[in-house]
């Protein structure tokens, strides 16, 4: 339940942050809320600046301002971890692929938007190279989808739990 609630509040601020920002200002301002957003969440003030990664950030922010590029990178995304087993590999290459994929399908021509992409993969690989050298050294834990367990009931038959 913590871990859904966490998200829910991490998508949401996101969301509302890019809202504010593109009603107030536009597009441009829209990219710089949500990065303002994703600095507050890597590095918050309460928490003494020790904040999480920022991919689910990175990821409300594409969904919001340009769904095609969500599109593409939820499908890379699923696919490296698919392929490897490791979320934080997914999570690294997909950052560094958003400035590409901003700058070859999102043709509005401000070009400060990609700038933020640059340092959203910038930040995001920095906050992952810990995991990046376990990937490297064979330590890193893969995802796995945990079945649920069959416990013998009393009259001796499995039931799920």
Request: aromatic share 12%.
């Amino acid at each position: 339940k913590a871990a859904l609630i966490t998200f829910g509040g991490d998508l949401l601020k996101t969301v509302l942050a890019v809202l504010v920002g593109w009603c107030v200002f536009g597009y441009l301002t829209a990219y710089i809320a949500g990065f303002a957003c994703f600095l507050g969440h890597i590095f918050p003030v309460f928490y003494g600046f020790k904040g999480g990664k920022g991919v689910l950030c990175m990821g409300t922010i594409m969904l919001m301002l340009d769904w095609r590029i969500f599109l593409v990178m939820i499908t890379v995304f699923v696919g490296i971890v698919m392929a490897t087993k490791y979320i934080s590999a997914g999570s690294v290459i997909c950052a560094m692929m958003f400035p590409l994929m901003l700058n070859r399908m999102n043709n509005t021509g401000i070009h400060m938007i990609e700038f933020v992409a640059i340092a959203i993969a910038v930040i995001v690989v920095i906050k992952h190279r810990t995991n990046l050298k376990r990937i490297f050294d064979g330590t890193e834990s893969k995802f796995k989808i945990k079945k649920s367990k069959t416990v013998p009931d009393a009259s001796g038959t499995g039931e799920d739990k």
